[in-house]
């Protein structure tokens, strides 16, 4: 049984910086391309980064030059490293398969809040 686990959100003030992490049980993340992916409150869930199996990176344009996707193939994680955040940040983060990979069900996420 696949199970994903986000970790690392939190509550932070504009500009702060914040890693969250994806653990993924029963499969294997090396081989797949994968995504980190946000839902804010009364809006849809949206791909903000992906990462393939070469470790090329793909982000979302409000992602771009702020955030960074990484893997760590020997610890099965992914992460998404997030620097100068904004307000409009603020939301739950998930990750999953990306890019044509198959998808998963979905883990609980990890909240994101950007305040002051």
């Known amino acids: 049984q696949v199970q994903l686990m986000e970790s690392g959100g939190g509550l932070v003030q504009p500009g702060g910086s914040l890693r969250l992490s994806c653990v993924a049980s029963?499969?294997?993340?090396?081989?797949?391309?994968w995504g980190w992916y946000r839902q804010a409150p009364g809006k849809q869930r949206e791909l903000v980064a992906r990462?393939?199996?070469?470790?090329?990176?793909n982000y979302a344009v409000g992602a771009k030059g702020r955030f960074t996707i990484s893997r760590d193939n020997a610890k099965n994680t992914v992460y998404l490293q997030m620097t100068n955040l904004k307000p409009e940040d603020t939301a739950v983060y998930f990750c999953?398969?990306?890019?044509?990979?198959?998808?998963?069900?979905w883990g609980q996420g990890t909240q994101v809040t950007v305040s002051s």
């Open positions: 999953n398969g990306a890019g044509g990979t198959t998808m998963y069900r």
């Open positions: 029963g499969i294997i993340l090396s081989d797949k391309q």
């Open positions: 990462i393939n199996t070469y470790s090329e990176t």
